[in-house]
């Protein structure tokens, strides 16, 4: 669908007015409300308010193995694809129809999965679309999968949605789990008016400044988040910043659950400031001192576990009290990021914690 031509009629599918009137009311011209949203000028160099905040809707959930998946939808709009140190930005087309997103997770410990998520989707005249979804971050979703798609109208569709294998390591409780791919299918009605009117809110003064929205809740749907440090199983070493992501370590000495489980245990646990929003896809090592020398140097696995959620580890027989352990980020987080995300998480080397 051409969302412009869509959006100048004055007849058809949708009542045009009623959005119209809501973005007039917001500011913004209607031509242009989804394909150039307005963005803060002066960005800090982090999490930041965006300028504004899009709504969201459900379309359907189901469970297929286990696993839940949930499909949603939002106006369409840009974001940055990340690609090793580098960002992309994403604009939306003329052709986009709407931001479809995707949430994935384990339905028995609630624990989100990271893994790679594709979509084809379908109506009574055949395939429309077939997508690989980006693993995202935005303000209000928090860690998901998602793009911009192309629809060929209003009308109903379908959509299989497949879950690839998790390529994490797992702990003792997940062994086993999620090796295997999954597909769901799921179904739609695409009304233009439903998604074009969901709320949009402007942020006012609070745009551009640090922080950022409470992240919605949905029935049945978990919340994408790491633990409160509290909650991190063994002796916490402290938590540190780098590029404004938090990242919270702990010392597990013999617990079962974890590789190797009659060895001492490191447990690096990166989030969002604020939310505390699950961080993967980086790239993760370790060197462990004392008195000035190198007595480890280490990657870290990037480990799924019902109780942390996605972290990263690694055996630590080698560490001693006093010791000092610096975590190298080798590569940022490879996810896509919405307004309010972009400048963050980019720019990391090193986070240090004593034992």
């Known amino acids: 669908m051409d969302r412009r031509r869509f959006l100048k009629t ?61 499909l949603m939808h939002s106006f369409p709009h840009r974001f940055w694809t990340v690609t090793g140190p580098n960002k992309t930005k994403v604009v ?33 005249e055949g395939n429309v679309s077939t997508t690989n979804l980006w693993s995202m971050l935005s303000p209000n ?49 695409f009304e233009p008016s439903e998604t074009y009117d969901l709320p949009i809110r402007r942020l006012g003064d609070e745009a551009g400044t640090r922080g950022t929205v409470e992240l919605m809740q949905m029935d049945g749907v978990p919340a994408p988040v790491a633990p409160p440090k509290e909650q991190l199983p063994g002796r916490l070493l402290g938590e540190a910043s780098a590029d404004d992501a938090v990242f919270c370590t702990s010392l597990v000495d013999e617990e079962r659950r974890f590789p190797e489980k009659d060895r001492p245990y490191l447990v690096v646990s990166p989030r969002t400031p604020y939310n505390r929003v699950l961080l993967p896809g980086m790239s993760l090592s370790m060197v462990v001192e004392r008195d000035g020398k190198a007595v480890l140097e280490t990657g870290l696995d990037g480990t799924l576990d019902p109780d942390l959620g996605y972290y990263y580890g690694t055996t630590a027989a080698e560490v001693e009290r ?30 240090q914690f004593t034992v």
């Open 322 to 351: 006093g010791d000092t352990v610096t975590v190298r980020i080798e590569t940022p987080p490879q996810v896509s990021r919405h307004d309010g995300y972009e400048t963050a998480f980019m720019q990391m080397s090193t986070v």
């Open 141 to 189: 979703m928090g860690f998901h999968y998602g793009d911009n798609v192309a629809l060929s109208g209003s009308g109903e569709y379908e959509v299989t949605v497949r879950i690839a294998p998790v390529q994490a390591a797992r702990t003792s409780p997940f062994k086993g789990r999620f090796t295997e791919m999954r597909t769901a299918q799921l179904q739609f009605t």
């Open 10 to 70: 004055t007849s058809g599918l949708v009542g045009v007015a009623g959005v119209s009137g809501c973005l007039q009311r917001l500011g913004f011209e209607t031509q242009s409300a989804w394909r150039d949203p307005p963005l803060v000028e002066d960005r800090p160099d982090g999490v930041y308010y965006p300028a504004i905040v899009e709504g969201m809707g459900v379309y359907e959930t189901t469970t297929v193995n286990g696993i839940g998946v949930a």
């Open 92 to 124: 939306v087309s003329s052709d986009d129809s709407l931001h479809l997103m995707a949430s994935v997770w384990d339905v028995e410990s609630g624990t989100v999965l990271p893994t790679a998520v594709s979509v084809d989707i379908q109506n009574e």
